[in-house]
C-alpha cells in the first residue's frame, strides 16, 4: 500500500509563503498523478492543483497565479508552493496519488494543517 505523509503546514500571515512536502513510499511514484487538496472545517475537499505523469497541471481557480506544484520523481516527492497567502487559504491539506494501472490505485496523505492568520 502506497504511503503519502506530508510536511510544511503551519501559521503564517496573509502575504505569506508556505511549502507543503508530500513523500511517497512507491518505486512508480512516476506512474502516479499527484495532487493536492484541501478541506476547510464545515466544508468539503476541494481540489487545489494536480500534476499528471506527464507533466500536465490544473489548478483550482481561486489558487491559479499563487501556488505551484512540481514534483522530483527521483525522490518521490510532491510540492506544493503557496504564495501570497489568503485567510481563506486556512483549511487542511492532503497530498494525493492516483495510478489507473497500478495495483495501488489511490492513496492519500494524513493532511497538514496551514492557517492564515494575522
Known amino acids: 500500500q502506497v504511503q503519502l505523509v506530508e510536511s510544511g503546514g503551519g501559521l503564517v500571515q496573509p502575504g505569506g509563503s508556505l511549502r507543503l512536502s508530500c513523500v511517497a513510499s512507491?518505486?512508480?511514484?512516476?506512474?502516479?498523478?499527484v495532487g493536492w487538496y484541501r478541506q476547510a472545517p464545515g466544508k468539503q475537499r476541494d481540489l487545489v492543483a494536480t500534476l499528471t505523469s506527464g507533466g500536465r497541471t490544473n489548478y483550482a481557480d481561486s489558487v491559479k497565479g499563487r501556488f505551484t506544484i512540481s514534483r522530483d520523481n527521483a525522490k518521490n516527492t510532491v510540492v506544493l508552493q503557496m504564495n501570497s497567502l489568503k485567510p481563506e487559504d486556512t483549511a487542511v491539506y492532503y497530498c494525493y496519488a492516483f495510478c489507473g494501472i497500478c495495483l495501488d490505485r489511490t492513496a492519500w496523505g494524513q493532511g497538514t494543517q496551514v492557517t492564515v492568520s494575522s
Open positions: 512507491t518505486s512508480i511514484f512516476s506512474l502516479y498523478t
